[in-house]
């Protein structure tokens, strides 16, 4: 009985598509920063694939004014809800982990907030602050919510 070659029908991933698992001295440490400062990254909230890539490297983006989002975006896996955390200390612990960090490049995002009626702005401007105080060399990226493009305070 002649036997025929079974060719597997699935073709190969690209290296480049692969998840790398998070590993590495510069990911524990990223990782115990992170914890030990009781801080959000979208890394983590939003599920990244790269983010044991970027971790490894000694990067985060911290995502800023808590872990939930008062919208609910198709693309986006943070998850939503009513927000109940408003961490005025929040501003600091993130300066002090991007200096214990060491990063020269940082790269800040959060969450929307439509419920505040500065919809999150004097946490960010305390947070760019203090990043600039604590890292005055380090460059920020900011990630700032589109507040619906209503630029005005709320009535909320």
Not at 18 to 32: A, D, F
Not at 99 to 116: C, F, P, Q, Y
Request: net charge negative; aromatic share 6%.
């Amino acid at each position: 009985m002649l036997e025929l070659p079974i060719a597997d029908s699935r073709p190969k991933r690209p290296d480049w598509l692969k998840v790398r698992l998070p590993m590495g001295e510069n990911y524990r440490t990223v990782r115990s920063i992170v914890d030990d400062f009781q801080l959000h990254t979208i890394c983590q909230s939003g599920s990244c694939p790269n983010m044991g890539e970027c971790w490894g490297a000694g990067t985060a983006t911290f995502m800023i004014l808590g872990n939930v989002c008062t919208r609910s975006c198709s693309f986006c896996a943070v998850k939503t809800g009513k927000p109940t955390e408003y961490d005025e200390d929040e501003p600091r612990r993130v300066a002090e982990a991007i200096w214990l960090m060491g990063v020269k490049h940082a790269v800040i995002t959060s969450v929307n907030r439509d419920e505040l009626q500065d919809r999150g702005a004097e946490i960010w401007r305390q947070t760019v602050l203090a990043v600039k105080t604590r890292c005055p060399e380090t460059t920020i990226e900011t990630l700032i919510p589109d507040v619906k493009a209503n630029w005005e305070p709320s009535n909320a």
